[in-house]
């Protein structure tokens, strides 16, 4: 709807407001804002940045304490900043890919930071992995391919793929895995091959991403009739 009918999507609270907090961020790490600054434009912009149709009144004001507080002990990370904001153009098997990378900061190697609003957790190290393991997982496949970016734009692979979870305070640092970068290919290189090969795409519904992260629900029919 978005690349062929050129449809724009409507603002979603979820998302606006993690577009919002990762703009803050960014202006502090590139130096643009000091935290006080930031915190300052967080609670004065809020209602003008954060749109769409509002969830229950607990779960906006949860949102605000946990952006505020968030941003009030703001610590520096321990990096000497490489990148903000990145974006890098590069290639996977002569497939066109994108990368935007909210950080990427060197210390002993580089590390990319992913800012997140989700709420994931540490790895569980069970021998037998949890739903959140399996959770952080899907998100570093993404980190994964962004590895592959900064691969081809400083001639080395991260140390490190990590993940800023703003909303909880939680910061994850997993060690870059060769195995797991190399599933990360293949699963791009295959799905890209896949839907080339697909003429009949069926819809994937899930409650919470169609209602409250898509924007473009009010245009769906698959949506409508669910």
């Given at each position: 709807m978005t690349y062929i009918r050129n449809l724009k999507d409507a603002p979603q609270f979820y998302t606006t407001y993690g577009s919002f907090m990762h703009k803050l961020i960014a202006g502090i790490l590139s130096g643009e804002l000091t935290k006080d600054q930031a915190q300052l434009k967080f609670l004065m912009g809020f209602s003008d940045e954060v749109q769409g149709q509002l969830p229950a009144e607990s779960t906006v004001l949860k949102y605000i304490r946990s952006g505020s507080s968030y941003l009030e002990s703001f610590q520096t990370p321990p990096y000497k900043t490489?990148?903000?904001?990145?974006?890098?153009?590069?290639?996977?098997?002569?497939?066109?890919?994108?990368?935007?990378?909210?950080?990427?900061?060197?210390?002993?190697?580089?590390?990319?930071?992913?800012?997140?609003?989700?709420?994931?957790?540490?790895?569980?190290?069970?021998?037998k992995p949890t739903r959140k393991d399996e959770e952080l997982d899907e998100m570093l496949r993404q980190l994964y391919i962004y590895a592959e970016a900064v691969k081809q734009e400083y001639g080395e692979y991260p140390k490190h793929l990590c993940f800023n979870?703003?909303?909880?305070?939680?910061?994850?640092?997993?060690?870059?895995?060769?195995?797991?970068?190399?599933?990360?290919?293949?699963w791009a290189t295959n799905s890209i091959e896949a839907i080339k090969d697909t003429d009949d795409f069926h819809p994937n519904l899930e409650y919470f991403a169609c209602r409250y992260i898509c924007g473009l629900n009010d245009e769906c029919c698959y949506y409508k009739m669910g």
């Open positions: 490489i990148g903000v904001e990145k974006k890098i153009d590069f290639q996977i098997n002569g497939n066109k890919f994108v990368a935007f990378l909210d950080y990427i900061g060197e210390d002993d190697g580089l590390d990319i930071v992913d800012h997140k609003s989700r709420d994931l957790k540490q790895r569980s190290k069970r021998s979870c703003f909303r909880t305070g939680t910061f994850i640092k997993e060690p870059f895995n060769k195995e797991a970068h190399k599933e990360a290919i293949d």
